[in-house]
């Protein structure tokens, strides 16, 4: 009789380690394009975010990227010295920090529009097989408690 006593200590076994992995692989396709635009990976899910919006809270786009403010808060002072975005209080409650576009960081839309096609050049799945795992990261995500 085979001892299974260890089972759930294999990586094999492990949800996290291909997530991991795929996650890391993944990012580190992005590398080139975004070095050409002077970004993180972070710091272009966070551009993303403000192109679409214009202007959002900090907290709320923690909340959209699933990042800590200790994480965000360098991300954002970066963007912010570059040029690509301001931060400043909410007239309305100034307990709120806003995170906003300039006009730079407009025009570096422009700019990456590209990284998306060049991206689906280097990650080989079906329309179909994408569009599956993306939906099950999100349910992943949405299943997943909050922190307390």
Not at 1 to 11: C, G, P, V
Not at 86 to 95: A, F, N, Q, V
Not at 131 to 146: D, H, R, T, V, W
Request: net charge negative; glycine share 6%.
């Amino acid at each position: 009789m085979e001892d299974h006593t260890y089972d759930a200590l294999l990586l094999e076994n492990q949800l996290c380690f291909p997530l991991y992995a795929a996650s890391r692989e993944v990012i580190k396709r992005y590398r080139p394009y975004l070095d050409e635009l002077d970004l993180t990976y972070t710091q272009y899910v966070a551009m993303m975010v403000l192109w679409a919006e214009e202007q959002i809270s900090v907290k709320e786009l923690g909340q959209r990227l699933y990042l800590d403010s200790g994480t965000l808060t360098p991300v954002l002072k970066n963007l912010e010295s570059k040029g690509y975005i301001t931060r400043h209080r909410s007239h309305e409650d100034e307990r709120v920090l806003l995170a906003g576009l300039t006009e730079e960081g407009r025009a570096l839309r422009d700019r990456a529009i590209e990284v998306p096609r060049q991206m689906a050049g280097c990650i080989h799945l079906e329309p179909a097989d994408a569009g599956q795992l993306y939906a099950l990261l999100y349910k992943l995500l949405g299943s997943i408690e909050p922190e307390a």
